[in-house]
């Protein structure tokens, strides 16, 4: 067994009359780079906060390669967290700062300069030790908080929306060094955002969560491509949610119709009837041209504005049901032969389409883990 | 739309609209508001410069001036502060109050805060304001109880030195406490999270990160304490057991209802002065350690300059 597995079984936290986490299930394999995704207030930093020790749970237990730590105080786990504002001692140089973990731990003298000197070199700023945290930059502060956790080899790294503060673009390429440095190390993070992009970037695997629940549990595609609920669908990326009546399972897919067309859905809850959701990706909605030869899953609409985005052109096209939908068409340098106005075929691939029954609740009973590739 | 027709000229200004301007010009310097502030600062200092000017004087007038010496500092050999008893005696015993008070209250303070400040459960908001109550009651009520407290109830106490130490420690605490706690709250639990999450207990958190982080609140706080402790007249007063154990303030008190010399000015400048030098190294402490926590503007430039080098 990896060192570092994580497994969360029914872990509640109550605030006086507030459900912050509604009984957790979740298991992170050891080694693993795992996001917990979600709005603010979705409980995915009290999560993070009973694993480190912060909080204590109202309910539930926390394994850490197996042993119950849900009552062990901070100081004693192992594990260690960098925390969205970094939290750096400020009466501390940046030496010192990665060496108080290691003299907390009464290592001796000539074993505490060579690691904190590696650390510093693996977050790439050897020789910035004498600096106060406050002569560093927003990105080298999070580079020391990264260094002060890691220096302690800890089986699980938990990091708190740790580019929360800093900006567009240095956020982009630490993104990309902290997986490469996971990737290094190998131990396991468990990463707590509300940036689906980052969250879809760095995860082997992340859970979306939503109101002190999991709404789904997946490898960045899988939650990405393949959202089980609503909530999924609406939060990670844009989607196009119709309203649609669903008529069980046909050939190639889900029978659904939106008021007189008729489609089918090859994604999402195949066998479902009654009320229900289509979703589809602006990136697979495809436009055709009016007088295109006609086929399944299409329907007349009418493009209602047109904006570029740079890399691509959103349309905004006003489907025959009354409903909106958006179409994104890269930009190849070329102009599109639409306009305000322009009558529009839409086609909604059968694989692009997913059903989700309306009822949001209903659609998740299994416990996540299941979607995990053994 | 307004045509060029229609757009009226200015109004002739008047000599009182154009002095009016002057002074409240929304786009010009705040001239009212420094006047005001001005007048205020005159008001309430020339006063205090005529004493000190007086402490000065060469002869006995403390109204006429006469000339520049320190003879009443040190060169009278009966009247001057440094040869008079009874108002050396009384320096001594200010000092000696200020510094057992400060050395007193401001550990006490400092525990009480860290208590109050990460204390969340029934009862830490009514002890919380129960801290200010010192700070609001009158410090003549709080005199006469204490008085009564050490000669009806702890009789072992009366009055004299250690009454007058426990009666400025009971008042110095809060604001030990208050300007502690504003500080306790202005750098969060983040720390002491930190502390732990890298394997600190409790108390390794505390002295190790969590005391060096109060260290300008502490020293701000124990000059506060000093500063306040050698000014404080009533409570002194209250429970001075007289002679020996008067202090500064009810030495100035007695002589000036007596017969005044330009000695009591200038006992009365050493004051100030201490009191403004513990003030002032309190401050400079306080900015020289939290010096790295104000800069904004040059970290977000910094920043900048970091994304560049890295992209």
């Given at each position: 067994?990896?060192r ?6 029914g872990?509640?936290?109550r605030?006086a009359?507030v ?6 299930d979740?298991?992170?394999?050891g ?10 207030g ?10 480190a ?5 109202s309910?539930?237990r ?5 042993a119950?730590?849900a ?19 400020p009466?501390?140089n940046?030496?010192?700062n ?7 731990a009464?290592?001796p003298k000539?074993?505490?300069r060579?690691?904190?000197?590696e650390?510093?070199?693996l ?18 502060q999070?580079?020391?908080a990264?260094?002060r956790?890691?220096?302690?080899n800890p089986a699980?790294?938990l ?21 490469t ?10 990463y707590?955002t ?15 969560m939503n109101?002190?629940r999991i ?6 595609r899988?939650v990405y491509?393949e959202?089980?609920?609503?909530f999924?669908a609406?939060?990670?990326?844009v989607?196009n ?6 008529h069980g399972a046909g ?7 939106l008021?007189r ?6 994604g999402?809850?195949r ?5 229900a959701?289509?979703?589809i990706?602006?990136?697979r909605?495809?436009?055709e041209?009016?007088d295109?030869?006609s086929?399944p899953?299409?329907?007349p609409g009418m493009?209602?504005r047109?904006?570029?985005?740079g890399?691509?052109?959103?349309v905004?096209?006003r489907?025959?049901?009354g409903?909106?939908l958006q ?5 190849t340098?070329?102009a ?13 691939p ?9 009822g ?8 996540e883990t299941d979607?995990?590739?053994? | 739309m307004?045509?060029?027709?229609e ?9 009182w609209s154009?002095?009016r301007?002057?002074l409240t ?7 009212f508001l420094?006047l ?6 005159i008001?309430?200092l020339?006063p ?5 000017q007086?402490?000065?004087?060469d ?7 006469q000339g520049?010496?320190?003879?009443w500092y040190?060169?009278?050999p009966v009247d001057s ?5 009874s108002?050396r ?13 400060v050395?007193?209250?401001t550990p ?13 459960g029934?009862g830490?908001?009514p002890?919380?304001?129960l801290?200010?109550?010192p700070?609001?009651?009158p410090e ?6 204490l ?7 702890f009789t ?8 007058q ?9 809060s604001?030990?406490v208050v300007i ?7 750098i969060?639990r983040?720390y002491?999270?930190?502390?732990a999450d890298?394997?600190?207990?409790p ?8 005391l ?14 000093f500063?306040?402790?050698?000014d404080d ?9 007289g002679?020996?154990?008067?202090t ?7 002589a000036?209802?007596?017969?005044p010399?330009?000695s009591?000015?200038a006992?009365?400048?050493v004051m ?5 030098v ?5 401050y400079?402490?306080?900015r020289?350690?939290?010096?790295g926590?104000?800069?904004?503007e040059?970290?977000?430039a910094?920043?900048?300059g970091a994304?560049?080098?890295?992209g």
């Amino acid at each position: 067994m990896a060192r570092g597995e994580i497994l969360l079984i029914g872990l509640s936290k109550r605030f006086a009359d507030v459900v912050a986490v509604d009984s957790l299930d979740l298991e992170i394999p050891g080694g693993e780079f795992f996001s917990l995704l979600g709005p603010s207030g979705c409980g995915k930093t009290t999560t993070l906060r009973m694993i480190a020790g912060f909080e204590q749970p109202s309910e539930g237990r926390i394994l850490l390669d197996g042993a119950d730590v849900a009552y062990t105080p901070p100081h004693k786990r192992n594990v260690n967290t960098v925390f969205q504002n970094y939290a750096l001692f400020p009466h501390l140089n940046v030496f010192d700062n990665i060496a108080f973990g290691l003299r907390r731990a009464k290592r001796p003298k000539n074993e505490v300069r060579p690691r904190v000197e590696e650390a510093l070199e693996l977050v790439q700023l050897g020789g910035l030790g004498k600096r106060k945290s406050s002569e560093l930059s927003g990105g080298q502060q999070q580079r020391v908080a990264l260094a002060r956790a890691l220096v302690l080899n800890p089986a699980v790294l938990l990091l708190d929306e740790p580019l929360g503060a800093l900006d567009a673009k240095l956020r982009k390429t630490l993104q990309i060094e902290l997986k490469t440095l996971q990737q290094e190390v190998g131990i396991t993070f468990l990463y707590v955002t509300h940036d689906q992009e980052e969250a879809l970037t760095m995860s082997d695997r992340l859970a979306v969560m939503n109101n002190g629940r999991i709404e789904q549990v997946g490898s960045p595609r899988d939650v990405y491509e393949e959202p089980e609920t609503l909530f999924v669908a609406d939060f990670l990326g844009v989607s196009n949610l119709m309203d649609a009546a669903a008529h069980g399972a046909g050939d190639a897919g889900c029978r659904v119709t939106l008021e007189r067309f008729e489609l089918e859905a090859g994604g999402g809850e195949r066998d479902t009837t009654g009320p229900a959701k289509v979703v589809i990706r602006p990136e697979r909605v495809e436009l055709e041209r009016r007088d295109d030869p006609s086929g399944p899953n299409r329907l007349p609409g009418m493009v209602e504005r047109l904006v570029y985005v740079g890399s691509a052109v959103q349309v905004l096209v006003r489907v025959a049901t009354g409903e909106k939908l958006q179409a994104l068409v890269q930009n190849t340098g070329q102009a599109l032969p639409y306009e305000q106005g322009t009558p529009v075929q839409i086609h909604l691939p059968v694989d692009a389409l997913r059903v989700l029954s309306a009822g949001e609740r209903a659609v998740r009973q299994e416990p996540e883990t299941d979607t995990v590739p053994a | 739309m307004s045509t060029a027709s229609e757009v009226q000229a200015p109004a002739r200004l008047t000599a009182w609209s154009r002095s009016r301007g002057w002074l409240t010009n929304p786009w010009g310097r705040p001239r009212f508001l420094v006047l005001f502030t001005w007048a205020y600062m005159i008001w309430a200092l020339v006063p205090v410069l005529i004493a000190v000017q007086f402490s000065f004087n060469d002869s006995r007038s403390r109204t006429v001036w006469q000339g520049f010496s320190t003879r009443w500092y040190w060169g009278d050999p009966v009247d001057s502060v440094w040869h008079d008893p009874s108002l050396r005696n009384a320096l001594v015993q200010s000092l000696k109050l200020a510094t057992a008070d400060v050395l007193i209250a401001t550990p006490i303070g400092v525990l009480l805060a860290i208590g109050l400040a990460r204390w969340t459960g029934w009862g830490s908001r009514p002890s919380n304001f129960l801290m200010l109550f010192p700070l609001v009651t009158p410090e003549i009520v709080m005199g006469v109880s204490l008085l009564l407290l050490f000669t009806n109830v702890f009789t072992f106490v009366g009055t004299g030195t250690p009454a007058q130490i426990l009666g400025h420690v009971t008042f110095s605490i809060s604001y030990v406490v208050v300007i502690v706690r504003g500080r306790l709250f202005s750098i969060g639990r983040q720390y002491e999270e930190a502390a732990a999450d890298l394997g600190a207990s409790p108390t390794v958190a505390l002295t190790r990160v969590l005391l060096p982080l109060l260290t300008p609140a502490i020293i701000a706080s124990a000059a506060v304490v000093f500063a306040i402790s050698i000014d404080d007249f009533v409570i002194s007063q209250w429970l001075s057991s007289g002679g020996a154990t008067d202090t500064v303030p009810i030495q100035i008190y007695a002589a000036t209802r007596a017969a005044p010399l330009p000695s009591t000015n200038a006992i009365a400048t050493v004051m100030m002065v201490l009191t403004l030098v513990s003030v002032t190294a309190g401050y400079l402490v306080w900015r020289a350690f939290t010096r790295g926590e104000r800069r904004p503007e040059r970290k977000a430039a910094e920043e900048a300059g970091a994304a560049l080098q890295m992209g």
